[in-house]
Structure formats: structure tokens, C-alpha cells
């Protein structure tokens, strides 16, 4: 974009007030710099993907986003500007000290301005506002009785990266030094309770403590010589907000369900604590000495996590996703803050400090997305971060060589990937083996690590000899399926040899990431590994389901945690040990997770996890919220080097790679416009009804049963193949919102070779050649591979841009393969004089798809089921027909039950003009039958206008899906009714129920 180009974004010293900043407009960025400081608004900067249309639209609603002053924050920054100015007033001598030791020219670690900045705001309005400033503590009272129950909360907005730690460390130094002064002063306390959302951070928060070796206190010169001996006063204990949840109260005789229920005859569980002994456990260490209340104060870290919000939630529009995402964050907001609650009621609490990167309500709050905590009183967002140099510059697609489009491609990614992933948990993929990623996750994988590779030779080049660890690529999914589907195309999977016993390891498919040695044994020491987060975070344990698919790379750990520490008692350590320990020292020198190059995460990685090497971040799950997508990109922005340019007097700029994350800035100064907004309905299958669940099989493709013979391909206009990057770019820009550019390419694809491509599609071909058992037959491999050789050469295509290593992308291989097939199926049949028999691919996980997964919003039309025929609560309505039809199969004897196919993910394949594609017939339903007899279910299709390709999907579905299935018999038996007159709907389908259930009985007799 011109005049938007910037070599160096940084402007400003991390360690002094920022002077200047970058101009952004309604489009973003721009090289235009102004003086002064930025003023404290929300936003979120990232750079613009650059389209013809010059709009960014996602049709979702946070692309909307204003920008937004923080005025109370603005108007604090203005009072301590002139309070600096006047040398800082009205403040203790001890607090003077301290600031004056802070401050220091001399200091070998000089702190940052935002840290310093977060204690002045905390010490002015403490110790200074009071005096003429009333206003601050009211407007705090004020906004703390509205949404924290009066608890004393006040927040500092710091971005990731800039040192959070650091401040609660000198909070608490502030405080006890001051306490220790004036013991009667009780604007101020040595007992501190840190909360942390999950083990990771509590574990590094250790460092608070005074009796810790590495305490920040000593390590980092937070207190002067002179008020050391004060730390020894302060007593400070470390917990998870999970310890908020009330247990089995102590003593407690363990009881059957059964006789705890006639126990307690409806009434308080004395089985369970009371909020109080709650309170009395997770403060024991502070309280233990001392009679009545405590002065405590509070530090919530990542405190983005601690709020309470209105009963109700009812007027936001929700995804089912997005629904389930929030009650998750509510339950435990909630959990959170009610501990605090119990915290002040029993022991009483000074002060709670907020300390977040995203001190925001988020979607499902029951406020309005992305509003900054009332309660927040200083800034330092992650634009100003970026301008003083203090965190990498995260870089994001903005444009590629694929065509035009709204977004490129791997910017927002989830959209063009979820229906091709499993929406279940790992059980799903009983039986799979090899590992299926839809297209344009596969070439994301491969284009962003192209740009790893390059990252990793120029560490081995120069860092490596120093004695630092390799960068990390972490991939983040929304599930333990899809986690582990990445998980295994990356770092390499097992295959389970013909003989049902034997296991040989297949590659991974990126050379740095695989922990396999390529001659079919695994790495003693892994490089990638499989997390679930949330499931260590939370210190309840794994699941079993997790336990399983990780169990081989748990051994691993736990065999090298023997090798490293021979004195240590290793089977000690549970498995959530050893995880833990090897994910919180990924990056760490000398430590078990030195050699960790890949993280592939179950859940969000949204903080304590800050290995100073990640790199580069795909996302592969939905980001509701640009909030989320901050948190996620967050997990990069931890620098590596913190060296001073001694000419410049700021840090050289570092960058992070990141794709699938749909961060988006547009501004706008305008009004927003309200619309009207139609009722929402919740369109979901009822438990109630559960005896009405259909299932139905998931259909990918069509093979033959061909005859074990020579095989002869008879290739014909059909057979060829034309690749393109009409939705794959093989050159994808990236940008950060200031700062250098890079292009990435896919470059590990573009260099196989013909054969090698010729030897993958002659192997996947393989397996539609199985016998009728289902018995592979590795004889046919090599006129396989002679086929396939002559198809690359005579029928593979390419336009600009295109190389022929794009035919090894998942659904282009399967198309490849599917051309070689027919081109076979073509030769056998014309030496035979009949067609080989057609059965079905299945999907590779969830072959059976089910109504009990419909749950989703809409503003369509509906129409209420009958609740002895539906499963689903209502059909929705694009027009009248649909309602009619539906009436009709609840009037017809015969039809048992019936469900509309509306994001029920029932899909016919077809081809059109030389496309491969897939269509939703209207509705299923499935017929009566007798006793013994095998379920029959009719499709139904409703044409109104006439249009070729509907031909073309009708057409597919009679000669294609209804054979292959029924060829393959174990889905019982399907027909077809296409219904061209929906009002004559109840005609048609009661002729068709009737010759069905003859055939039937007929049949059974």
C-alpha cells in the first residue's frame, strides 16, 4: 500500500515516556508519524488485507469493531503527567524511595515505562487522589458496585509480553515496605493472595515469593538495599482460582450417592465446604498467625478471566460454538469471582489487582463485546508495545496469489476447513490411520512452515553455538480429533500392517517438526508435542481419552526425565507431571522441553504459556472474537533478545508468523446504525426425543469392485486434471501492522518430484482396489504406479502459478486418484463387457453422521415438528414448500420419522461441468418396518425450477449413492422420491411409502 510502508516500526524507547507514534486512519496503518503519546482507545492493529474492493468484510459481527477512548484511563494519564511534572507530591517517603530506586539511571536492569507506569497510577490514586481527585475513587466505587458486588477491584491493561510479573512484584514490594513503615497505616498490607487462571502461571508466579531463590525482589533489584530486611514481612500465597471450588469438607465419612441424599433430605451437602472453610483453606497461609480479619490484597493475573455478568444472556446472537465457548468462560468467571466474595466476607480484602493483556467483557457475557472493565485505570495496549520495541511484531497474510477474494486464504481459515474436520472427540477416528486434513489446512501447514525452515537454518546458523533453543511452531485446534489429526500429519502416525497386529511408523510430513527417524522408528527424544491445555491448567487431571493418545509420548518424557535426573524418583511424577513440566520449559536450556520445536494444542494456549521462541502460530479452530485471536497471537509476542542498539537506544524489531487467526482492524469515526433485528430461534434435536434420532452415512466418493486382473487404463477427456490457485495460494504476503514484509511459499511441495508424485498416487490408489473382504492387494501396486506415471505426464495440467506437487493436497490427490480409477474402472469394463460392481467411500472419521448434533441459532421462519415424528424441535423455512413437505411426511402412514437436512451435514457427491461437488437433498425419512426387517429410508428432493445441475445432483443420487449404498448393505436399504409439485406432496409420498413397505413385506416373506 503506498505511503503505508514502514522498514522499522519502532519509534520509542521501552524504558521512557512514549514520544511519537505511528498515524492510523479508517484503513489501517499509515508511515505518518505523530508526536506525542497515543491516547488510550481500543483497537485492534493489525494490518489490512489489501482486496480490489478496499472493504474487509468476514459477515461477522466484531468486524465492526469502533474505535473506542478510554476516557477515565486518559484523563488518570493526564493528572500523573502533571503530578510527574511537580516531582511527584503527596506520596510516603517510602514510596518516594522506592520510585526514586525504580527509576534510577544507574539500575543494571532498567525497567520498562509501562511497568513503572502501572505502580504511579496504583501509588497516586492510593496515596494522592484522595486529596483532590475525588472523583477517581467514586467513579471506581461506582463501576465496582455495579459489576464486582463492591469488591475494591482497579485493573492495569498491559500487553502480553510487557511484564505483568514484574508489576505484581513490585506491588508487592510497595505495599510491604510501606506496611512494614507504618504498621497503623492500613492503605497498605503484607499479606497477598495471587490468583492465577491455571498451574502454568501459578508455578512461574513462584517468583513472588520472598523464599523463592530466583524471587523477582533480589534477581531484578526491585527493593533497595536499605528495605530489604521489610520483604521478610510479607506473607504471600499462590493459587489457582480452581481452589475456589468447594470440596468434600475435610473429615467428611465418605458416603454412597444414594445416602447422602437421605443425609441431607434436600438440604445444605454438609459433605461439601462452606463458603467460609473454603475461604479458611485457600488463605491458610495467611492467616494463620493472626486473629480477625486481614488487611489482604489481591492480584488476579490474566484477571480477563474474573467477572460476573446478568442472569441472562438472551439477547446476544450466539453460534451453538460460540454458545458452548461462553457458558465455559461464565462458569468459570463465576467460580472465580464468588471465591473472592467468600475471600471478603471472611478475612476482609484491601485491594484486588487486575493485571490482563485483555481486560474486556467477551461475547456471552451478557455485555457488549469488547467493552473495557470500568474499573481499569492504565494502558499500555499492544500497538504502544510494538512502537517501544518491547514485544515481536505479529505478521498475517494480506493478500496472495489465489483469486480475488475477501480475505486471503490463510488469514481467515477456519471457514474453508471446519466441515472437512471431525466434530467429535478422538473416538471418532476409531480405525483411521492415516491422517486426512482438508486442502487448504494441509498447504497452510506447508506454506507456514516453509517460512519455519528458513527461521530454523538461520538459528542453526548463528544462536544454535550460543547455546539456545530452536524456534516453535504451535498449532492451536479446537478439539482432541482435530489436535490429533494434525498432531499425526506433522510429527508422523502409526499404520496397522494387514495382519491386524503389526505396526509400522509412517512419517511426519514436515522434516523438522517429525518425530520419527525415517527408517520406521520413533525419536527417543520427540519434537512436536501433543497438549491438551485446559485439561493441565485446570489440575483435575486428564482424561483418560487424552491420556491414550498421548501415551507414547509420555513414556519418552518420562524415560529422558530418568536419563537427565538418575537421582530423582521419575515414577513419582504423575502424567500430568511430566506434560506440564516439558510444555513450561519448552525453550528453556537444559531442560526436558529444550527440544520442542512444534506444539500442537487441544485447547486455546491463550496465556501462561510465553516460551520466548514461538515463531510462528496457525490457527485451527473459529475465533469468535478479535479478543481471542489477541490472546492466542499473544503466545508470540515474547521476545528473544532484549539488547539495546546502543546508536538508536531501542531494540532491533523481531516478527512472528501467524496464519489462521482473523485478527482485523477497521475503524470508523462514523455512527453505528441500528437495525432491526428479527427473533432469534434455537433450532436443536431434544433429548426427549431421543428415540427419534436418525442416522445416515457420509459419503465421500464411488469405488468398484474390480476383478483381480492386469490392469489396463483407458484415459479419456474426463481423466485430466487442471491445477490452479483459484483457492490454494502458492504465495501468500505477509505483513505486521508495521514493520518489514515476507512472502511465503510452498516450497517443500514445489520440489518433488514427478515420480515421487507418481508413487503417492499409485499408493492411494491402492486401497479403492480392496477385495470383497476388504483385504488389501499389494500385487496391483506396480501397474498402479505404471498408470499413474503416464497419467502425470499426459493428463496433469497446470495454469500460472501452478506446480504439479499441489496433486499431492489431500481433495486434489483425491480427485487424481478418483481420475486414475475411472480411467481403470473404463478399461475393465471394456475388456468384461459389464461394470464392475459400485460401492461407497465412506468418510475417514465419522462414517455415521446423527441428528443429535443439530444445534444452531437461526432468524429464519419456522415451523414446529410433530413431536412423535421429529427429532428435531422445528424445520426452518427459506420459502413455503418446505413447511408443506413437512406436514405431508407427518401425515403419511408408513413414514416413522423424518428430519430436514439442514446443517445436518448429509452430502451427495456429483459432478457438474468437470467439477467435483456435493449437494443436500431436502429431507430423510425413514419408513416403518417389520419386525426383523431391514430399515428402508427415502430420500426426498423437492425441484422447483429446472436447472441443470439439479439434473446433474438427482441424476448422482439414483445412479451413484443409491447403488453404491445398497450394494454395500450395511446402512440397510434407500430410495429416492423426487417431489416436483410440492402441492401434491402427500400424494407423492404416500405412493411411494406404499410400493416401498410392499417391497418389504414381500421381501420378508
Excluded at 239 to 257: L, N
Excluded at 845 to 873: L, Q
Excluded at 957 to 981: C, H, M, S, V
Aim: net charge neutral; hydrophobic share 40%; aromatic share 8%.
Amino acid at each position: 500500500m503506498a505511503g503505508r510502508d514502514i522498514d522499522n516500526p519502532i519509534l520509542n524507547s521501552p524504558f521512557t515516556v512514549p514520544a511519537r507514534h505511528w498515524r492510523f486512519d479508517d484503513e489501517g496503518i499509515t508511515n505518518e508519524v505523530v508526536e506525542g503519546r497515543r491516547a488510550s482507545e481500543y483497537f485492534v492493529p493489525v494490518p489490512q488485507a489489501r482486496r480490489s474492493s478496499g472493504q474487509l468484510s468476514l459477515g461477522l459481527d466484531w468486524t465492526l469493531d469502533r474505535r473506542r477512548a478510554n476516557d477515565q484511563v486518559n484523563l488518570i494519564r493526564a493528572k500523573l503527567d502533571v503530578w510527574r511534572r511537580m516531582n511527584r507530591p503527596g506520596i510516603t517517603p517510602t514510596s518516594r524511595r522506592l520510585l526514586s530506586h525504580w527509576l534510577s539511571a544507574d539500575r543494571a536492569r532498567p525497567l520498562f515505562f509501562c511497568q513503572v507506569e502501572a505502580l504511579e497510577t496504583a501509588i497516586w490514586i492510593t496515596e494522592v487522589a484522595g486529596k483532590g481527585d475525588a472523583w477517581v475513587a467514586n467513579a471506581l466505587r461506582e463501576s465496582n458496585e455495579q459489576f464486582n458486588d463492591a469488591l475494591p477491584r482497579l485493573a492495569h491493561k498491559m500487553a502480553t509480553g510487557s511484564g505483568k510479573t514484574m508489576v505484581m512484584a513490585m506491588l508487592i514490594a510497595w505495599h510491604t515496605c510501606n506496611k512494614a513503615a507504618n504498621p497503623q497505616d492500613r492503605r497498605f498490607s503484607d499479606a497477598f493472595l495471587v490468583v492465577a487462571p491455571g498451574i502454568t502461571i501459578r508455578d512461574r508466579l513462584r517468583v513472588l515469593l520472598p523464599t523463592d531463590p530466583n524471587n523477582y525482589y533480589r534477581s531484578n533489584d526491585l527493593v533497595p538495599l536499605d528495605l530489604e530486611s521489610a520483604m521478610s514481612r510479607a506473607r504471600v500465597s499462590i493459587t489457582i482460582f480452581h481452589a475456589f471450588k468447594q470440596r468434600e469438607a475435610a473429615g467428611a465419612v465418605p458416603t454412597g450417592r444414594l445416602a447422602k441424599s437421605i443425609l441431607t433430605d434436600g438440604g445444605p451437602d454438609p459433605f461439601i465446604e462452606t463458603p467460609e472453610q473454603m475461604a479458611r483453606r485457600v488463605c491458610r497461609e495467611l492467616v494463620s498467625r493472626s486473629r480477625g480479619k486481614r488487611n489482604i490484597v489481591v492480584l488476579n493475573d490474566e484477571a480477563h478471566h474474573c467477572w460476573q455478568g446478568p442472569e441472562s444472556t438472551d439477547g446476544e446472537k450466539l453460534t451453538a460454538e460460540e454458545r458452548k465457548e461462553a457458558e465455559a468462560r461464565r462458569r468459570d468467571a463465576r467460580l472465580w469471582i464468588n471465591g473472592l466474595k467468600a475471600v471478603n466476607e471472611r478475612f476482609g480484602i484491601r485491594q484486588v489487582y487486575d493485571l490482563s493483556a485483555t481486560p474486556f467483557f467477551l461475547k456471552g457475557s451478557g455485555f457488549g463485546e469488547g467493552t473495557l472493565f470500568p474499573w481499569t485505570v492504565s494502558d499500555f495496549s499492544l500497538i504502544d508495545a510494538i512502537e517501544a520495541g518491547i514485544v515481536k511484531i505479529p505478521r498475517l497474510p494480506v493478500a496472495d496469489n489465489a483469486a480475488p477474494a475477501d480475505m486471503p486464504t490463510y488469514r481467515d481459515l477456519w471457514p474453508r476447513i471446519r466441515e472437512g474436520l471431525p466434530k467429535k472427540s478422538r473416538k471418532a477416528l476409531a480405525g483411521q490411520s492415516e491422517p486426512e486434513l482438508p486442502d487448504a489446512l494441509k498447504a497452510a501447514l506447508h506454506s507456514l512452515y516453509s517460512d519455519y525452515e528458513r527461521s530454523f537454518r538461520r538459528w542453526e546458523d548463528s544462536d544454535r553455538a550460543h547455546g539456545s533453543t530452536p524456534p516453535v511452531f504451535i498449532v492451536v485446534c479446537n478439539n482432541t480429533a482435530v489436535s490429533k489429526l494434525v498432531y499425526d500429519y506433522v510429527a508422523g502416525w502409526e499404520k496397522l500392517l494387514p495382519d491386524g497386529e503389526t505396526k509400522t511408523v509412517h512419517t511426519g510430513a514436515l522434516d523438522l517438526l517429525r518425530n520419527d527417524d525415517e527408517r520406521g522408528n520413533w525419536l527417543s527424544r520427540p519434537r512436536s508435542i501433543l497438549v491438551d491445555s485446559q485439561q493441565l491448567e485446570s489440575g483435575e487431571g486428564m482424561s483418560s481419552e487424552f491420556k491414550q493418545v498421548a501415551a507414547k509420548e509420555i513414556a519418552e518424557f518420562r524415560a529422558e526425565y530418568r536419563e537427565r535426573f538418575p537421582g530423582r524418583n521419575a515414577d513419582a511424577l504423575t502424567d500430568e507431571d511430566i506434560l506440564r513440566e516439558v510444555l513450561n520449559t519448552v525453550g528453556s536450556p537444559g531442560r526436558l522441553g529444550e527440544q520442542v520445536r512444534c506444539v500442537v494444542s487441544v485447547s486455546m494456549l491463550t496465556e501462561g504459556w510465553d516460551a520466548n521462541t514461538v515463531t510462528h502460530v496457525l490457527g485451527v479452530r473459529a475465533f469468535g472474537t478479535q479478543l481471542l485471536c489477541e490472546q492466542v497471537v499473544g503466545r508470540a509476542l515474547r521476545r528473544r533478545s532484549y539488547a539495546v542498539d546502543e546508536e538508536s537506544g531501542h531494540f532491533a524489531p523481531e516478527y512472528a508468523e501467524v496464519y489462521g487467526v482473523p485478527f482485523s482492524f477497521i475503524a470508523s469515526s462514523g455512527t453505528t446504525r441500528e437495525t432491526p433485528t428479527r427473533p432469534v430461534v434455537r433450532v436443536r434435536a431434544l433429548s426427549e426425543r431421543s428415540h427419534l434420532a436418525m442416522t445416515f452415512p457420509r459419503v465421500t466418493g464411488y469405488r468398484y469392485d474390480i476383478p483381480d486382473q492386469r490392469l489396463v487404463a483407458a484415459f479419456a477427456e474426463d481423466s485430466q486434471l487442471r491445477l490452479t490457485v483459484a483457492d490454494l495460494p502458492t504465495e501468500t504476503e505477509v505483513r505486521g501492522v508495521v514493520g518489514e514484509r515476507e512472502f511465503h511459499r510452498l516450497e517443500d511441495l514445489e520440489g518433488i518430484r514427478p515420480q515421487s508424485i507418481a508413487y503417492e498416487l499409485a499408493r492411494s490408489a491402492l486401497v479403492l482396489f480392496r477385495d470383497e473382504a476388504g483385504g488389501e492387494r499389494p500385487w496391483l501396486f506396480p501397474q498402479l504406479l505404471r498408470i499413474a506415471r503416464e497419467w502425470v505426464e499426459t493428463q496433469l495440467q497446470l495454469a500460472d502459478w501452478a506446480f504439479p506437487g499441489l496433486v499431492l493436497l489431500d481433495q486434489r490427490k483425491a480427485e487424481a486418484v478418483q481420475r486414475i480409477y475411472q480411467a481403470v474402472v473404463r478399461g475393465a469394463t471394456g475388456s468384461k463387457g459389464e461394470s464392475p460392481r459400485l460401492l461407497p467411500i465412506l468418510r475417514p472419521y465419522d462414517p455415521i453422521g446423527t441428528t443429535d448434533a443439530v444445534s444452531f441459532d437461526t432468524t429464519r421462519r419456522v415451523y414446529e415438528t410433530d413431536p412423535d415424528r421429529c427429532h428435531i424441535n422445528y424445520v426452518t423455512l427459506d420459502s413455503g414448500w418446505e413447511q408443506t413437505v413437512a406436514r405431508a411426511l407427518e401425515a403419511t402412514h408408513g413414514i416413522e420419522k423424518y428430519v430436514k437436512n439442514d446443517r445436518l451435514g448429509f452430502h451427495i457427491p456429483y459432478a457438474f461441468e468437470g467439477q467435483q461437488r456435493t449437494y443436500e437433498p431436502d429431507f430423510i425419512a425413514a419408513l416403518s418396518s417389520p419386525e426383523g426387517g431391514k430399515r428402508t429410508t427415502l430420500i426426498v428432493e423437492v425441484t422447483g425450477e429446472r436447472r441443470a445441475d439439479k439434473a446433474a445432483k438427482v441424476t448422482a443420487a439414483k445412479n451413484l449413492w443409491l447403488p453404491a449404498i445398497n450394494n454395500y448393505g450395511e446402512e440397510g436399504r434407500w430410495d429416492f422420491l423426487q417431489i416436483t409439485d410440492p402441492t401434491s406432496a402427500l400424494s407423492a409420498l404416500h405412493a411411494k411409502v406404499q410400493d416401498l413397505l410392499e417391497d418389504v413385506s414381500e421381501g420378508a416373506a
